[in-house]
């Protein structure tokens, strides 16, 4: 089955700076790679997703890049806030959508003022 | 419009206890899913369907059933709880084809001691 690892699992930024965080997944077959934040005790959400003949997709202060030969890609967030101090987490689909996703471990960023 | 609506939103219970986790869904997708997430790992796809009717496992099936009869809910089973069950526990729900985005429900925390 799918594999999807995730770093780091911790990432600390300045308010202001920009944040990376990065996945690689082994089936090459995957076509769908959503990103999702989860604030503490809620619910994932959707945040920026990119499929595979895409390689990259901006949205706002978020981006995302695909590198399809290297089988990895990465969440971009730009003008980092307080409010965006939460955890991250990666996640791949072969199904093409949101069916059947396998997550990476996350990756809890906090940015400090 | 509720979106994907979870009960209980805490349960505790005891070694060797039966009890049903519910998910329904007012969006009519086709797809509904259950993962856990526990600590360090992510979220794991426990069971998936594709529409009613049909169901099938996904990484970690041991321990739960799962049954969908209609559209909008898809139950999930916990058929002797063992300590190891304890985790939060999301139901998804994303319609049917490509680039779709999975919604999720507030989420279960279990307890099982």
């Known amino acids: 089955g799918e594999n999807v690892e995730q770093h780091p699992s911790t990432l600390s930024v300045q308010e202001g700076d920009s944040a990376v965080i990065k996945c690689t997944y082994s089936?090459?077959?995957?076509?769908?790679f959503p990103w999702y934040k989860q604030e503490l005790g809620k619910r994932p959400q959707l945040i920026i997703d990119?499929?595979?003949?895409?390689g990259e997709k901006k949205d706002q202060r978020i981006a995302v890049t695909l590198n399809k030969t290297a089988k990895h890609f990465s969440l971009h967030i730009t003008e980092t806030q307080p409010e965006d101090s939460a955890v991250y987490f990666c996640?791949?689909?072969?199904?093409?959508?949101?069916?059947?996703?396998?997550f990476g471990t996350g990756t809890q960023l906090k940015v400090e003022l | 419009n509720a979106g994907v609506t979870q009960t209980p939103k805490f349960q505790v219970l005891k070694t060797g206890q039966s009890m049903t986790l519910q998910c329904a869904q007012d969006?009519?997708?086709?797809?509904m899913s259950w993962y856990r997430q526990d600590p360090g790992m992510g979220l794991r796809l426990i069971h998936y369907?594709?529409?009613?009717?049909?169901?099938d496992q996904g990484e970690v099936p041991n321990g739960y059933n799962v049954s969908r009869s209609t559209t909008e809910d898809f139950p999930l089973r916990l058929l002797s709880a063992a300590p190891s069950q304890t985790s939060v526990y999301f139901c998804?729900?994303?319609?049917?084809?490509?680039?779709?985005?999975?919604?999720f429900g507030q989420g279960t925390r279990l307890t099982v001691v």
């Open positions: 089936d090459s077959a995957s076509n769908y």
């Open positions: 998804a729900s994303s319609k049917q084809g490509t680039n779709t985005e999975a919604f």
């Open positions: 996640a791949a689909s072969l199904t093409g959508g949101g069916n059947k996703l396998t």
């Open positions: 969006m009519n997708h086709e797809y």
């Open positions: 990119i499929r595979s003949n895409v």
């Open positions: 369907s594709v529409g009613a009717g049909i169901t």
